[in-house]
């Protein structure tokens, strides 16, 4: 491969995460905003979705996610998140972005899966867990879940 | 497109499906056989690998996450997982099973990715968090992270 070839391909890819990590702020921005609109248009139409909040079984579904969204975006209690340490992590047509949500009571970690859609990047999946440990301060073994 | 054409791309689905059940069931079998070179193998070599273990912040690379699991499995008092209610989702040449693991000491939701290469499929992504609320029980708001 060339170097004009690999220059390519490296600036397709820094274009690629920019916009991943665009959506992925578009995500946290309807959260924020509580704006229902955004959000449904953010998930994909055409892929399988699938959903994981915070202490709940997963959603499969994009009825079942939505609604879920709806419900959560409708709450006055719901909690307004910031999103830190974002990377985004490219596999083709899928991308992964994990970033670390800080909430007024507490830190969670996501992962937030897209797909490239018409030139578009659409949420496929997110999960947010709660942060207990970061590595280096207890790495020996798997931490229990009656720890949380 | 034909019926032939349909029933075979049903049938290549059905059987990328399986055979990534049976990579999900192989990660499981490696964690409760506290087999390292099982769980080594079954991670991607040439692909960005993360994983959240419940708790945890996320860890990104090959060896972050392979050091991680040779802790886990070498720890005497790490837990025995039992994988059930497992779900495969494809997006071409990666793929999403989430399941719920069993644990004695509670539940787990697990988000478990594969990305296809030469064949077979190997792990990129895995995350489990605790299981505190079934959907159903209650769906007004997004459980706060100081619940857990």
Redesign the interface.
């Known amino acids: 491969m060339s170097q004009d070839l690999i220059g390519t391909k490296m600036t397709d890819s820094l274009t690629d995460i920019d916009a991943v990590l665009e959506a992925n702020l578009d995500f946290y921005r309807a959260f924020n905003e509580r704006d229902t609109g955004a959000m449904e248009a953010i998930w994909s139409r055409t892929?399988?979705v699938?959903c994981?909040?915070?202490?709940?079984?997963?959603?499969?579904g994009r009825d079942?996610v939505i609604q879920?969204w709806r419900?959560?975006l409708g709450?006055p209690?719901?909690?307004r998140v910031m999103c830190h340490d974002d990377?985004a992590?490219?596999?083709?047509?899928?991308a992964?972005v994990?970033c670390?949500e800080e909430?007024e009571?507490?830190?969670?970690?996501a992962?937030n899966?897209f797909?490239r859609e018409a030139g578009t990047w659409k949420m496929?999946?997110h999960?947010?867990?709660?942060?207990?440990?970061?590595?280096g301060e207890g790495?020996?073994?798997?931490?229990?879940?009656?720890?949380?």
């Open positions: 892929a399988p699938l994981v909040h915070p202490g709940w079984n997963a959603l499969a079942g879920s419900a959560i709450n209690d719901s909690p990377r992590f490219l596999y083709d047509d899928v992964i994990q670390e909430l009571t507490g830190h969670l970690v992962t899966m797909i496929i999946h999960q947010a867990s709660p942060l207990i440990v970061r590595s790495r020996q073994g798997r931490p229990s879940p009656t720890r949380h």
